[in-house]
């Protein structure tokens, strides 16, 4: 076990280690006002490589 977590600094890296994401949306994708446009851009990416 590593004395100190893994530091993950996008989804993109993330998302190559696991088989689906799982994903809460209220507050990281939006706001409950906008949504944040660098979450929904990670979420494109990872749909356009077919991660579910």
Avoid: K, Q
């Amino acid at each position: 076990m590593a004395d100190t977590p893994d530091i993950i600094t996008s989804l993109d890296a993330l998302a190559r280690r696991y088989a689906a994401i799982l994903c809460d949306v209220w507050g990281v994708v939006h706001n409950g006002e906008w949504h944040f446009p660098a979450a929904a851009a990670a979420l494109a990416r990872a749909r356009a490589a077919n991660v579910p």
